[in-house]
Each structure stands twice: as C-alpha cells, then as structure tokens.
C-alpha cells in the first residue's frame, strides 16, 4: 500500500518562502515520477511541479517558473518543493502524488496515489 505524507504547510507572509516535504512508501520510490498539486477553495486542482523517478528532470507550472523548484531525495523517499515569493492567491492545500510512469507528468490522472495535502496560507 503506497503512503504519501506531507509536511512543512503553513502561514507565511507574502514574499517569504517554505518548503513542503512528501515521504513516500510502499513502492520503489526511483521507480516512479512524483508531482505537486494544489487546489484553492471552489477551485480545481491544478498542476504545480513534476520531477521525473531519476530527479534529473523537472517541470513547473507557467505560473510558478522561476519561484518554485521540485527536487528529490530518492534515498530518502522524500519529493520537495521550495516555494519562493509566495502569492496570497497561492492560498490552498497542496498535495503530494504519485504517477504511474517514470517520466514526469502533469496530467492528473496519471497520478496513482495521493497525499492528505497540507495547508498552505499566504497572508498579505
């Protein structure tokens, strides 16, 4: 049974930065793409980042290129993303998942498994 659990949400004002941790288990964590996630009250979950099962290769979101980066840590199961110059429209929860190819995808539904999310607020 594959885990996600994420940690490192919080408040943090405009401007500032946090890093958000995801540690995995129950499948070969190299062997898998992982990709953040966030969704913001009545609206959808959108894409944020992807890091391919090697780490070498990422993708970000037009909106977050150049603030955020997606890094992997795969002796520790653990897929981050640091998040610079935070937005307050960058308010949601942000999730954790687990793709079913080694490449990076950002496409939901290529996502197998989920974290719980956790909260991220933006205050102005």
């Known amino acids: 049974q594959v885990q996600l659990v994420e940690s490192g949400g919080g408040l943090v004002q405009a401007g500032g930065s946090m890093r958000l941790s995801c540690a995995a288990s129950?499948?070969?964590?190299?062997?898998?793409?992982m990709g953040w996630f966030r969704q913001a009250p009545g609206k959808e979950r959108e894409f944020v980042a992807a890091v391919d099962g090697s780490g070498d290769s990422t993708y970000c979101a037009d909106s977050v290129r150049g603030r955020f980066t997606i890094s992997r840590d795969n002796a520790k199961n653990t897929v981050y993303l640091q998040m610079n110059s935070l937005k307050p429209e960058e308010t949601a929860i942000y999730y954790c998942?687990?793709?079913?190819?080694?490449?990076?995808?950002?496409?939901?539904?290529?996502?197998?498994?989920w974290g719980q999310g956790t909260q991220v607020t933006v205050t102005s």
């Open positions: 998942a687990q793709a079913g190819t080694l490449g990076w995808t950002r496409t939901l539904n290529t996502y197998d498994y």
């Open positions: 129950g499948r070969t964590f190299r062997r898998y793409a």
